[in-house]
């Protein structure tokens, strides 16, 4: 059941910043390191999925995390531009947005809907979350505390050089989203962190409070953000933002059936061309885990995109295989 929280419920108070009509697709990488396969993969169904719907295209750099290089954007647009990638309009950096994040926060901490947390992440991970709940849930242990447990928790926190976590009072509902390849998908939303103790905002809010000033339509990511999903569905009706249409796709995995990183091989295009493969090769190859075979560019997917959408589950790729170069797996499939 969708919960029946209500727009009324917040209103940014003389907002500068303004939530656009939906018009575009995006893609939103970490740039923590170079694409592997299956972020190219993505990649390319979020820019296929776009273009075949008429929109435009956005690209949004989410580099808070503290892990990002500037190095890496570079070379992930560079990967885009060369599997035939296009966008429109400047890249996005989230680093570069504090002040349009901190307005929107403000106003929230303002109309009450923060409470602060004083939950360690140690403690957070031993309480186990009530059966019913997904696992890494809150379970609201810092709502509704009173002054002196508050004080309690700050003076705890400040030992430790920190600052207690924001987090969004929810109703508590489980939330259904209707995902284009996954179905119907329900969810707990549980009080998310707005703001972290370290005073980063979180992933939740500045996704969601992005894709509503960027426009966006449509949202294609992987499915392990799939679980997300209902809670930033949540925060959407707050803000009073537009829902998007949210098409997830399965991850690639390796041959353990563990999600695909760096360290199972030759996984990214620079070390797929070190065994010889084009990027090309590397598209056709990508075309060929969503069952349309001679891909060479992204285009080449949009234009058979309601096969793929058919053929979209995991990827299993052998890197052992991949490493032998592109003859053998190309040519298998002819
Ligand atoms: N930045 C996230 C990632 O690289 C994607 C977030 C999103 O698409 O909403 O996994």
């Not at 966006?216 to 925060?235: F, H, K, M, N």
Request: hydrophobic share 35%; charged share 25%.
């Amino acid at each position: 059941m969708y919960s029946d929280i209500t727009s009324a419920q917040f209103q940014l108070e003389e907002p500068h910043v303004q939530f656009k009509e939906p018009h575009a697709g995006r893609f939103a990488p970490s740039p923590t390191g170079d694409f592997h396969l299956g972020n190219l993969r993505t990649a390319i169904l979020a820019w296929a999925f776009a273009r075949h719907a008429g929109l435009d295209f956005l690209i949004r750099m989410e580099d808070l995390d503290e892990r990002s290089r500037p190095q890496y954007v570079t070379r992930q647009l560079h990967d885009l531009e060369e599997i035939g990638i296009t966008w429109d309009g400047p890249v996005i950096y989230q680093s570069r947005r504090m002040p349009i994040y901190a307005e929107i926060f403000t106003d929230m901490m303002r109309q009450g809907l923060l409470y602060e947390c004083y939950c360690t992440r140690k403690e957070l991970a031993a309480v186990t979350s009530a059966p019913h709940r997904p696992p890494g849930s809150y379970p609201g242990t810092c709502r509704d505390l009173t002054d002196r447990e508050r004080d309690a928790g700050r003076a705890k926190l400040a030992s430790m050089d920190r600052g207690p976590a924001m987090r969004l009072r929810t109703d508590g509902h489980d939330l259904t989203v209707v995902d284009e390849l996954a179905g119907p998908y329900t969810g707990a939303v549980d009080d998310l962190v707005i703001r972290r103790g370290d005073g980063v905002y979180s992933y939740n809010f500045v996704s969601v409070v992005d894709d509503a000033l960027q426009g966006i339509a449509q949202v294609v990511r992987g499915d392990d953000l799939l679980p997300s999903t209902p809670r930033q569905v949540y925060l959407q009706r707050l803000l009073a933002a537009p829902t998007p249409k949210y098409i997830h796709v399965p991850l690639a995995l390796n041959t353990r059936k563990v999600r695909l990183a760096k360290r199972d091989g030759a996984v990214t295009l620079r070390a797929l061309r070190e065994c010889g493969w084009s990027s090309g090769d590397v598209v056709e190859l990508i075309g060929q885990s969503l069952g349309i075979l001679g891909a060479r560019r992204a285009g080449d997917i949009e234009t058979h995109l309601e096969a793929a959408k058919l053929a979209c589950g995991p990827w299993i790729v052998d890197t052992a295989l991949l490493e032998k170069g592109p003859r053998t797996i190309l040519r298998e499939s002819e």
